[in-house]
């Protein structure tokens, strides 16, 4: 799958706003410049970010950003400043605090660089082949990487996860972006090798060593979209008269995403769904939220006005962070109207049994909407836990600081949806009801997991 377009565009801006000075910047920094950098982030973060203490105390952000005077190196590359910055991921733990590495290194990574040249998907903790672009020797799909370059698969994965945004202590979302992503997060954290050396085991248990040369990104969109047999729909939905089940699956809630990759509007196709739904006589609707990184929260509560039962609430308050005439940090809560109770529609409603199959890419607003769903225990969650928080959430609008010397870019949201004051989820996602591993099930051909699990619910 190709990069979504919300990390597109996110990348693309980092890109224009720092074209002009990657041309002419150095490969390092001296110390001081990175002190200055890490300066400059501490203070915009305290004046903007209303998720920095939500995890770690003011104590502990201070701390961390105290440590970093201890640096031992007098001279620092690009692909160290980023290891730096992207460290206070572990610190922060907000999953919307995108980090990105300099423009001069996403220029590279759009135009002309090498890159790891498989996809990928990490089930547990094995990394298995499920995409071969190689131009050399063939990696077959189903097989294990054990090691890349020397880099066993266990130790680059801790090492990456510790350095990616996450919601609270779930690694989920991260763990997905991680392999979905895996070209562009490979040269993010481990720079643009022109070769790879794997070390893979194959489905029949045969060890072997690869040598492989990266290639290009425009080449390995080109070879992906070959063998891809079936442009995947944006909001799809698939209905069994036999056993009076439906299908409905939301690639995203994000409007513009929807319009650009898939020529769709979300409220139209939602309303023309639930249409078919009622006309066919469905009496299980399953909601396929996997992989769904979220977008407009307007959207998901129109979807949950057409099977929520009883008047339901997706966020209890709205805060963002104000700043005082005596520069002291202050959090304001706002009204607004998403922190209020929403009645569910009376046409086209469905009454029926519901079902939400969520994974570790279920972010943002898959996470709200999966959140008020089970809070009403409408119906049953199968899956994974979200990549999203159940306890706190952040959004737009973002604000995108550059730092004025490595030119690493840093997102920072500005609102704070609370989702609800329990406690016992603070740090962690939406838990589903019935637990399914997610695995690559058309790489391995057997059937899709969460599938087979749902048909043994309604067949009781």
């Not at 590359?77 to 980090?99: C, E, M, N, P, R």
């Not at 763990?175 to 070769?195: R, V």
């Not at 607003?365 to 994974?384: M, P, T, Y």
């Amino acid at each position: 799958m190709d990069l979504s377009e919300k990390f597109k565009i996110i990348l693309w801006f980092v890109l224009l706003s720092g074209c002009i000075k990657s041309a002419a910047q150095s490969e390092y920094l001296d110390r001081s410049e990175m002190l200055s950098d890490l300066a400059y982030l501490q203070q915009e973060l305290e004046r903007h970010h209303p998720n920095l203490y939500t995890y770690s105390s003011p104590a502990a952000v201070r701390e961390w950003f105290r440590s970093q005077h201890e640096l031992p190196e007098d001279r620092i590359d690009l692909q160290k400043a980023y290891h730096i910055v992207t460290s206070f991921s572990a610190v922060l733990k907000d999953g919307h605090s995108y980090i990105y590495p300099d423009a001069g290194h996403l220029d590279r990574f759009y135009q002309t660089a090498p890159l790891f040249p498989l996809d990928v998907f990490l089930m547990g903790q094995k990394l298995i082949v499920t995409g071969n672009f190689s131009n050399e020797q063939n990696i077959p799909e189903g097989s294990e990487l054990v090691s890349i370059n020397g880099v066993s698969i266990p130790d680059l994965l801790s090492f990456v996860l510790e350095h990616m945004s996450r919601d609270g202590d779930n690694l989920e979302y991260p763990k997905y972006l991680f392999y979905q992503f895996f070209p562009a997060y490979y040269s993010f954290f481990y720079g643009f090798p022109e070769a790879f050396e794997i070390v893979y085991v194959d489905q029949q248990g045969e060890s072997t060593i690869a040598n492989i040369k990266g290639i290009t990104r425009d080449e390995i969109r080109k070879k992906r979209a070959d063998t891809q047999s079936n442009k995947e729909m944006g909001i799809d939905l698939q209905t069994d008269e036999h056993n009076q089940l439906a299908v409905l699956t939301i690639r995203s809630f994000d409007n513009d995403l929807l319009k650009k990759e898939y020529h769709i509007r979300f409220k139209r196709e939602i309303r023309t769904a639930f249409k078919k739904i009622n006309v066919e006589n469905i009496q299980h609707l399953a909601i396929d939220l996997r992989g769904n990184q979220g977008g407009e929260l307007s959207n998901g509560v129109y979807l949950l006005k057409h099977f929520m039962d009883q008047a339901f609430t997706c966020v209890d308050s709205y805060f963002v962070i104000r700043k005082q005439p005596d520069h002291k940090r202050q959090p304001k809560q706002l009204r607004t109207k998403w922190d209020v109770s929403f009645q569910p529609k009376k046409i086209n409603h469905f009454n029926g049994k519901v079902y939400i199959l969520l994974n570790g890419g279920s972010f943002s607003c898959s996470a709200i909407v999966s959140n008020a769903f089970k809070n009403q225990q409408r119906g049953i969650i199968i899956g994974q836990m979200s990549g999203g928080s159940a306890y706190i959430n952040s959004g737009g609008p973002d604000k995108v600081i550059t730092l004025p010397h490595s030119g690493i870019s840093f997102t920072i949201p500005k609102t704070q949806y609370n989702l609800r004051a329990d406690p016992s989820v603070i740090g962690l996602g939406v838990m589903p009801d019935i637990s399914v591993q997610d695995i690559p099930f058309h790489c391995l051909e057997v059937p899709d997991p969460y599938l087979v699990q749902l048909m043994q619910l309604i067949s009781k």
